[in-house]
């Protein structure tokens, strides 16, 4: 009579054996109580395998990653975008109060003693000048324009310069 | 709201939502978890293996093409993590280490074998603490993750062979210590 071993009660386990085969096994062992025995204690540790429990992760898990994370990766990236977007700010906010200063010194008098501002005199039509302004390509190359442009430019530089002097 | 697929939060995660990788975290950490400490045989070590392999998978997604799914590649770094920490504490773990070659022996020195029944789940516990890292990490993959060898193998950077080898010896060892312990009875 032949016997089967561990390895062939593996493949039984895994589906891993051709129907003829398994008719054939399953004959045998309804006769061979060893190899009945045998192939059921595989059986039950392969079943007891199932039942292994999932450990449970630390609950401070995510928190310690995404600190982990943002302290390698956030801050100078964050930086440099919160620096860069004041600057943008800044210059926008500039060219404003210049347009602004440009359109209130042409009303004013220099003569007249009165305060370089005149609240009452305040116009909001510059702001619509100031956007004509942008229609023509040409126009908005004025020196005023430029040298923001410039300035801009020079604290985005020095910025990168000090982050570089920094890292070294 | 529905549930979101693996490559929609990586793809989120990589616009810039970095909070959004904590649902990647939650989907994996406990039985990422379960894989390490297994290896491990260490708590401490564990949790830390298991910080820097989620951290190591932050800082690689731009790598993770979705050639394979996030879940292989995310159990690759971790095996691989972990057999760093392994090498890196290999004098304390040579001991319990066992080479592939070796027949598993379950046998425990304080163990009462005067016919006395262990609990099914004890016997189970001892077999996992004493498995040896690669046979842990298959034991986790193919019951807890219920991967197949051909996944498990791309895991393990090795054959389907050796990965059955691996898996059907640990059955092996725990169907010897069912039978040593006498509980083959309550099969019938």
Same mark, same amino acid.
């Given at each position: 009579?032949?016997?089967?071993?561990?390895? @062939?009660?593996?493949?039984?386990?895994?589906?891993?054996?051709?129907?003829?085969?398994? &008719?054939?096994? #399953?004959?045998?062992?309804?006769?061979?109580?060893?190899?009945?025995?045998?192939? /059921? #204690?595989?059986?039950?540790?392969?079943?007891?395998?199932?039942?292994?429990?999932?450990?449970?992760?630390?609950?401070?898990?995510?928190?310690?990653?995404?600190?982990?994370?943002?302290?390698?990766?956030?801050?100078?990236?964050? *930086?440099?975008?919160?620096?860069?977007?004041?600057?943008? *700010?800044?210059?926008?906010?500039? /060219?404003?109060?210049?347009?602004?200063?440009?359109?209130?010194?042409?009303?004013?008098?220099?003569?007249?003693?009165?305060? /370089?501002?005149?609240?009452?005199?305040?116009?909001?039509?510059?702001?619509?000048?100031?956007?004509?302004?942008?229609?023509? @390509?040409?126009?908005?190359?004025?020196?005023?324009?430029?040298? $923001? /442009?410039?300035?801009?430019?020079?604290?985005?530089? $020095?910025?990168?310069?000090?982050? &570089?002097?920094?890292?070294? | 709201?529905?549930?979101?697929?693996?490559?929609?939060?990586?793809?989120?995660?990589?616009?810039?939502?970095?909070?959004?990788?904590?649902?990647?975290?939650?989907?994996?950490?406990?039985?990422?978890?379960?894989?390490?400490?297994?290896?491990?045989?260490?708590?401490?070590?564990?949790?830390?293996?298991?910080?820097?392999?989620?951290?190591?998978?932050?800082?690689?997604? +731009?790598?993770?093409?979705?050639?394979?799914?996030?879940? %292989?590649?995310?159990?690759?770094?971790?095996?691989? %993590?972990?057999?760093?920490?392994?090498?890196?504490? +290999?004098?304390?773990?040579?001991?319990?280490?066992?080479?592939?070659?070796?027949?598993?022996?379950?046998?425990?020195?304080?163990?009462?074998?005067?016919?006395?029944? +262990?609990?099914?789940?004890?016997?189970?516990?001892?077999?996992?603490?004493?498995?040896?890292?690669?046979?842990?990490?298959?034991?986790?993959?193919?019951?807890?993750?219920?991967?197949?060898?051909?996944?498990?193998?791309?895991?393990?950077? %090795?054959?389907?062979?050796?990965?059955?080898?691996?898996?059907?010896?640990?059955?092996?060892?725990?169907?010897?210590?069912?039978?040593?312990?006498?509980?083959?009875?309550?099969?019938?």
């Amino acid at each position: 009579m032949k016997h089967y071993n561990d390895e @062939f009660f593996n493949k039984m386990i895994d589906g891993e054996v051709d129907d003829s085969t398994r &008719r054939e096994f #399953l004959h045998h062992i309804s006769e061979c109580k060893n190899c009945e025995l045998e192939y /059921l #204690l595989l059986q039950k540790a392969h079943n007891s395998f199932q039942k292994i429990q999932i450990e449970e992760a630390p609950p401070t898990l995510n928190m310690m990653v995404l600190k982990r994370i943002s302290r390698v990766v956030k801050p100078s990236e964050g *930086g440099k975008k919160f620096f860069i977007g004041m600057l943008i *700010g800044l210059t926008t906010m500039l /060219l404003i109060l210049f347009g602004y200063a440009f359109e209130v010194g042409k009303t004013l008098d220099p003569k007249d003693q009165k305060p /370089l501002i005149d609240f009452s005199k305040i116009d909001l039509s510059f702001l619509q000048e100031f956007l004509n302004s942008f229609k023509s @390509f040409s126009a908005v190359f004025t020196p005023e324009f430029g040298g $923001t /442009l410039i300035l801009l430019a020079v604290s985005i530089g $020095t910025y990168f310069f000090v982050e &570089r002097v920094k890292t070294k | 709201m529905a549930k979101l697929d693996d490559l929609e939060i990586i793809e989120s995660v990589r616009r810039g939502n970095v909070s959004d990788y904590s649902l990647l975290i939650d989907r994996y950490k406990h039985k990422a978890f379960s894989m390490i400490f297994r290896m491990l045989k260490n708590r401490m070590d564990a949790e830390e293996v298991l910080q820097d392999c989620f951290v190591k998978a932050y800082n690689n997604l +731009k790598s993770f093409k979705g050639d394979s799914l996030f879940s %292989t590649w995310f159990y690759r770094i971790v095996y691989n %993590t972990t057999l760093s920490r392994i090498g890196m504490k +290999k004098r304390q773990i040579e001991e319990m280490m066992l080479s592939i070659g070796e027949e598993l022996d379950f046998e425990d020195p304080d163990a009462d074998t005067s016919g006395r029944k +262990k609990e099914e789940k004890e016997l189970l516990n001892r077999v996992i603490e004493k498995l040896p890292p690669n046979y842990a990490a298959v034991i986790n993959l193919f019951y807890l993750e219920e991967m197949s060898c051909e996944e498990i193998s791309v895991i393990l950077n %090795t054959g389907v062979p050796n990965v059955k080898v691996l898996l059907h010896r640990s059955r092996n060892a725990l169907k010897k210590l069912i039978k040593e312990n006498n509980l083959e009875d309550e099969l019938r």
